[in-house]
Nanobody, 115 residues
């Protein structure tokens, strides 16, 4: 069973930056694709970005050029560097494999962008 724990969220002003971390309970060498997702109140989770085992990345149009996903397989970590944050980025952020598996969802980490 894979457990994923997100951290790094918080309150930030518009234009600010945050780095989210996802700690996995298993080696990331055994997981090809990892993704970050977010959920707005009353909405379903949406894909923010994913990264393959080869380091290929893909981003939602709304975050292209502002967010960067990365992974450290040996340390079992996946990161989401978020820059130039906007109020509309306010959401709960989750990591999961890509495509996501229902049983791997964790608690997420809240990101709030507000002045």
């Amino acid at each position: 069973q894979v457990q994923l724990v997100e951290s790094g969220g918080g309150l930030v002003q518009p234009g600010g930056s945050l780095r989210l971390s996802c700690a996995a309970s298993v080696s990331l060498y055994s997981i090809t694709n990892m993704g970050w997702y977010r959920q707005f109140p009353g909405n379903e989770r949406e894909l923010v970005a994913y990264i393959t085992g080869d380091g290929f990345t893909n981003y939602a149009d709304s975050v292209k050029g502002r967010f960067a996903i990365s992974r450290q397989n040996a340390k079992k970590l996946v990161f989401l560097q978020m820059s130039t944050l906007r109020p509309e980025d306010t959401a709960v952020y989750y990591c999961n494999v890509y495509p996501p598996r229902r049983e791997y969802w964790g608690q997420g980490t809240q990101v709030t962008v507000s002045a």
